[in-house]
């Protein structure tokens, strides 16, 4: 049963910092690129950053330079280190997997999905 589980989401102050986490079991972890996506209230879902299983990364202009991703395959956890936080950045947070870096930030259609996690900004 493949599972992707985030954590690590809350409120925090404009300017500051979090760590999401993205702890995934059941499915080949260390193929896999691993997205982030977010939706903020009344907006469509968009693509924030992603790894590929090899190590490459993107990010939506919005978040360079801000946000990091990375991964931890001896772990199966994906990480996403997001500083200098904005009231914009308020969304739920999701990671997704698949087997290809096209399904995941190509054509944004990854194969699984977390439950999300609430991030906040705000003072």
């Known amino acids: 049963q493949v599972q992707l589980v985030e954590s690590g989401g809350g409120e925090v102050q404009p300017g500051g910092s979090l760590r999401l986490s993205c702890a995934a079991s059941?499915?080949?972890?260390?193929?896999?690129?691993i997205g982030w996506f977010r939706q903020a209230p009344g907006k469509e879902r968009e693509g924030v950053s992603c790894i590929s299983s090899g190590g490459n990364t993107y990010y939506a202009d919005s978040v360079k330079a801000r946000f990091t991703i990375s991964r931890d395959n001896a772990k199966n956890t994906v990480y996403l280190q997001m500083n200098s936080l904005k009231p914009e950045d308020t969304a739920v947070y999701y990671c997704?997997?698949?087997?290809?870096?096209?399904?995941?930030?190509?054509?944004?259609?990854?194969?699984?999905w977390g439950q999300g996690t609430q991030v906040t900004v705000s003072s």
């Open positions: 997704a997997a698949a087997n290809s870096w096209v399904k995941v930030w190509g054509l944004r259609r990854p194969d699984y």
């Open positions: 059941g499915f080949t972890f260390n193929t896999n690129t």
